[in-house]
Nanobody
């Protein structure tokens, strides 16, 4: 079992920055992919950013150049640095971890960007 605990959400003005963290705990040997999805009201959950254990990352087009995903394998933690935030980035952000052929989710953290 893997438990994911997120932190770092909140309210920020447009143009501001936030950093999300997600720590995985449990009997973990090696987590493959980790990353972040988000879900805005009335919309489907969408992939924001993903990072493999080796460091390769991928981003949604809407956040490229503004968001940076990273991970600390020793701490089993994934981060999402969000800069130049826009009101359309407002959503609940969920971290995920793919481990031993199972997908685990965090509880979600609210990010609200005011105009």
């Amino acid at each position: 079992q893997v438990q994911l605990v997120e932190s770092g959400g909140g309210l920020v003005q447009a143009g501001g920055s936030l950093r999300l963290s997600c720590a995985a705990s449990g009997s973990i040997f090696h987590i493959n992919a980790m990353g972040w999805y988000r879900q805005a009201p009335g919309k489907q959950r969408e992939l924001v950013a993903a990072v493999a254990s080796g460091g390769n990352s991928d981003y949604a087009d809407s956040v490229k150049g503004r968001f940076t995903v990273s991970r600390d394998n020793a701490k089993n933690t994934v981060y999402l640095q969000m800069n130049s935030l826009k009101p359309e980035d407002t959503a609940v952000y969920y971290c995920y971890a793919f481990y031993e052929d199972r997908l685990y989710w965090g509880q979600g953290t609210q990010v609200t960007v005011s105009s």
